[in-house]
């Protein structure tokens, strides 16, 4: 019985450390290296990977990956599909409006434009591919001499300019900078521009704690540097905090 009682007093002065971690589903495309990939073996991969599982050890959560469609990544997240969204999604007004974010743990990022090499492209005025839902597609829209054409997946829009439905795609530098250089065919045109508030997680506004877990792991990284490390590996063309 002393025994039993002692244990019990140890555990509520450890603050119940023998209760299981919150287990917390995080939501990802899946599709938009180097943020987010799938790898050979099929798990989710990259940046925010590495990232994300660091968060959860930090926050001493429970975390697990699931894939959506990035058009309804933000409705299955209102909807309870998930707990979380780390998918390359920046913060900004209109999105705000639906969920909350959690601090950034990038810094705003460059987007660039990629059309075919030699091509004699005028962005101000061109039929420009974006993903759709992204701020590049909102910032091509607000542009009044081009046309934008949207597309559900980023590899549909730089398909969009080989087969010439398109005279250039923009998106994220550093989803396009791969590509760019080993292909030939496309190359950079145009100024890159800043978009967004930098990337954070995304999270349904009912769930402040969560949000507060995520931006002390987050301010935890930022202050021992490993953030700046993962940037580094991930996104070397990236500013840093």
Known sequence: ??????????????????????????????????????????EVDGFERELGDELCARANLTCEWVTNEWDSIIPNLVSGNY?????????TPARDEVIDFSDPYTQPDPSAYAAPTGA??????????????????SEVASMPGATLVEFATPEETVAAVRNGEADAVIADKAFLVPIVEDDGDL??????????GGIGVGLRESDDALQEQFNAAIQSMKDDGTLNELIAKWLPDSAQF
Not at 83 to 91: C, E, L, Q, V
């Open 1 to 42: 019985m002393k025994k039993l009682l002692l244990a019990t007093a140890l555990l509520a002065l450890t603050g119940g450390t023998a209760i299981a971690q919150q287990t917390v589903r995080l939501g990802t495309e899946g599709g938009y290296p180097p943020y987010n990939f799938l790898n050979d073996a099929g």
């Open 83 to 91: 707990d979380a969204i780390m998918a390359g999604m920046s913060i």
């Open 120 to 137: 004699d492209v005028d962005i101000e005025n061109a039929v420009i591919a974006a993903q759709t839902g992204t701020i590049q597609a």
């Open 187 to 196: 190359a950079f045109v145009g100024d890159d521009v800043l978009l967004g």
